[in-house]
């Protein structure tokens, strides 16, 4: 079956910088691909998704990158702030289905 | 407005008691899901209803089982659960159903989820 990996279960950046997290998936026939946040106590929040007809799609302050030549997607976040503090998770839809990574922490520091 | 709502918030069970745990949208999303989130883990699939029929069961043993009474609502109903049945129960929805081939999923968009504790 499909396996979504992230490649790091925890990220500390400074508020302000510029976070980055990863996700690595194996199946190529994947076509959808999409971000949530979730914070402590609260259901996955959604953030942005991208199709596999595109390789790159920003909202605002964040943007993902789909390189589906190495099956890599990332979420970047600008300016990071206290309130991007949570769980971030990728997910890739696959016959109906969505598939979710590990999920990354990620914890800003003041 | 995107969104889902659940209740209860919490729920306390022993593993003899029957519960339902409930889920609404009004965005006029044609399929609804349920997952089961253990902690520090990612959602995991449980049923998907599309134009309220049952189109996936992911294997889930038959002491939960969901209702769909309209394209508004969506029950789970427990019965002689298992501690280890204790999670995050969380509802989503989306615009159409599981895509067909050649058809891109539609966004999932999540509840806020019933804490349950099986005792």
């Known amino acids: 079956g499909e396996s979504v990996g992230l490649h790091l279960p925890t990220l500390s950046v400074q508020e302000g910088d510029n976070s980055i997290i990863n996700c690595a998936y194996s199946?190529?026939?994947?076509?959808?691909f999409i971000w949530y946040k979730q914070e402590s106590g609260k259901g996955p929040q959604f953030i942005i998704d991208?199709?596999?007809?595109?390789d790159k799609r920003q909202g605002q302050r964040v943007t993902v990158l789909l390189n589906k030549t190495v099956k890599h997607l990332s979420l970047q976040i600008a300016a990071t702030q206290p309130g991007d503090s949570a769980v971030y998770f990728c997910?890739?839809?696959?016959?109906?289905?969505?598939?979710f990574g590990q999920g990354t922490e990620l914890s800003v520091k003041p | 407005d995107t969104e889902v709502t659940q209740t209860p918030k919490h729920l306390v069970m022993g593993m003899t008691n029957k519960k339902s745990l409930k889920c609404e949208q009004h965005m006029g999303h044609r399929a609804m899901y349920w997952y089961k989130q253990k902690a520090k883990k990612p959602p995991e699939l449980m049923f998907v209803y599309s134009y309220e029929k049952l189109s996936i069961n992911e294997s889930v043993p038959s002491r939960f089982s969901p209702e769909c009474p309209n394209s508004s609502l969506l029950n789970l109903h427990l019965h002689a659960l298992q501690p280890e049945d204790s999670a995050l129960y969380l509802c989503a929805s989306s615009h159409q159903g599981p895509p067909l081939a050649g058809r891109f999923a539609d966004t999932q968009y999540f509840g806020p989820g019933t804490r349950l504790t099986v005792l």
């Open positions: 199946n190529s026939a994947s076509d959808y």
């Open positions: 991208i199709r596999s007809n595109m």
């Open positions: 997910g890739l839809g696959q016959g109906g289905k969505l598939i």
